[in-house]
DNA sequence: ACAGCTATAGACTAAATGTCAATAGAGTAG
DNA sequence: CTACTCTATTGACATTTAGTCTATAGCTGT
């Protein structure tokens, strides 16, 4: 076993990966217009955990689904508080999602498939 | 619209992330021990391009494996040809591996409860 | 000798994520 | 009235992960 080259880390673990928050958000506003706050609230839906999740992340997806042409928002002064920034999804964005839903659907089955392996691994050493 | 902040990046498309390649090289290696370019050409099982696939990614996966002591390399020199490593998972890398299955069963099923929302919404739009 | 394949490694780049702190309006407990 | 809390958004910075490109080196066939 080749000594360390200096790199050691702990211990690899991370969350998931996979950009999986952009998906959701588009969703959530395919739904209906929503501004930063309010999506933060939805999340949990899809297995975020809201107590510990950063609301910069959302805003910068959201910034940055702008900048690419997926959503587009503007100041809501009726509200009372803090001005809001709600974003309404564009065509750009449905199309991105529906893009979106087909790479989920092929990832998914990759997952799937590497299960079955593995459990038919497990199975193999069974016997 | 804001005007852009100067972050234009052309369009926002990577490749599939989520760290699946180790978990793979963790399943190969669990049948029985190989080395860097063998599991090279494994990896097309689980939907990787191994055309398009950088060996390097596989080298350095294994490497890091090993700093965290998941995996166990030794210097082939019976086998002919340029020396190879070749690599036996470790107990640590097969309990790494159970862990990695059940966070991939929740990753499915994450992605799921996406799909099925995304399809409900559909067929709300249709109506 | 050299072209091509097998095999591994290193450096550099780019992108995606995560963490922290700053700012700010409104409501409310004391 | 002021300190505190909640809603709301933003920016800077750090870390981690993934991708590209290049280098090295042994063997094989010509």
Redesign the pocket.
């Known amino acids: 076993m080749?000594g360390g080259?200096g790199r050691g880390?702990?211990r690899?673990?991370?969350?998931?990966?996979?950009?999986?928050?952009?998906p959701c958000l588009l969703l959530m506003l395919a739904r209906g217009e929503a501004?930063?706050?309010?999506?933060?609230?939805g999340i949990d839906e899809f297995g975020f955990d809201r107590e510990?999740?950063?609301?910069?992340?959302?805003?910068?997806?959201?910034?940055?689904m702008e900048d690419f042409g997926w959503v587009y928002?503007r100041w809501?002064d009726e509200?009372?508080?803090?001005?809001?920034?709600?974003?309404q999804i564009l065509p750009e964005g449905e199309i991105r999602l529906s893009e979106w839903v087909i790479e989920l659907r092929r990832t998914r089955d990759e997952i799937d498939a590497l299960l079955a392996a593995y459990e038919h691994n497990q199975r193999q050493n069974d016997k």
């Open positions: 080749r080259r880390k702990g690899g673990r991370r969350q998931r990966v996979m950009s999986f928050l952009k501004h930063g706050y309010s999506l933060l609230d510990r999740f950063d609301p910069s992340l959302i805003y910068r997806a959201l910034r940055d928002s809501d509200s009372q508080g803090p001005r809001r920034r709600v974003y």
